[in-house]
């Protein structure tokens, strides 16, 4: 039996309907990956192979570092420069369990504050990128939480489940280390570098991940015009996605 569409193309129903439905079922049992998908698990698979213990527990959590970026934090938060260290945008925990367990081994009586939403916040594009990646989730808590205990970093990180700009009233500095990777907008990365620069310890760094993706073009407009022009800031490069800056 066949029906005529608005497009006047005659149709199988009941073919087209086994297919959907095999083909949902397929995605529901994993057997199915959108290119999104197998990114992502490519992605979140980087540093598996590591020397380091830390960025290869890093691996087994869903996120987004790129290759070489790893190292880069794990440098940044093992510098000798006293405070906490602070991180907006942790989704899963990915860069945090690097950052936590650079607490852990170089500082242990410091910690990583975690701000993020936790519910899949951002730019529309970022929102609807997270929705294609864990759409079936309420959110990011609690793979969170269940990653920092199953990985030995629960005692270093303080999740902090709040948009940035709300959390940042609380926070107090010296921090060592600022990473934000948020909403990637001109307008919130504004407000976030604005209210975590007087925090940071002189000689501290600041991170930005994704300026150097492509993806972003508000965020490097951003680093380029308000950033590299900072006379408080010195720029010390890039790690793949990643700019980093120094505090005078
Ligand atoms: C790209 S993901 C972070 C990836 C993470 N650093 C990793 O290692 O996988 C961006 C995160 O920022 C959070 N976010 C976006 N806008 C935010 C805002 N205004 N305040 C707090 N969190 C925000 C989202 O909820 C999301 O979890």
Redesign the pocket.
């Known amino acids: 039996m066949s029906k005529v569409t608005s497009s006047g193309e005659a149709k199988k129903s009941i073919p087209r309907r086994i297919r959907k439905t095999l083909s949902s079922l397929a995605t529901k049992l994993g057997l199915k990956k959108t290119w999104d998908e197998k990114f992502y698990a490519e992605v979140s698979a980087y540093g598996e192979d590591s020397s380091n213990p830390w960025i290869r527990r890093s691996s087994e959590?869903?996120?987004?570092?790129f290759e070489g970026e790893h190292e880069a934090l794990w440098e940044l938060a093992t510098r000798d420069v006293s405070g906490n260290i602070l991180?907006?945008?942790?989704?899963?925990?990915?860069?945090?369990c690097i950052l936590a367990g650079a607490c852990v081994d170089h500082h242990p009586d410091t910690v990583v504050l975690c701000?993020?939403?936790?519910?899949?916040?951002?730019t529309e594009q970022?929102q609807k990128h997270?929705e294609k990646l864990v759409g079936h989730a309420q959110g990011?808590f609690y793979d969170f939480i269940t990653s920092a205990k199953r990985l030995g970093y629960y005692g270093h990180v303080i999740p902090i489940g709040?948009?940035?700009?709300c959390?940042l009233k609380i926070v107090k500095g010296p921090l060592r280390l600022a990473?934000i990777?948020?909403?990637h907008d001109y307008a919130?990365v504004e407000s976030e570098v604005t209210l975590v620069l007087p925090l940071i310890a002189p000689g501290g760094s600041i991170a930005l991940?994704?300026v150097y993706s492509g993806t972003y073009p508000e965020l490097l407009a951003f680093v380029n015009e308000r950033m590299l022009t900072d006379p408080a800031l010195e720029y010390v490069g890039k790690a793949n996605s990643i700019a980093i800056f120094r505090k005078r």
């Open positions: 959590i869903g996120g987004w570092l991180e907006i945008g942790s989704w899963m925990g990915k860069s945090a701000i993020d939403t936790f519910t899949m916040s951002g970022q997270h990011t709040q948009y940035s700009q959390a990473f990777d948020g909403a919130n991940h994704d």
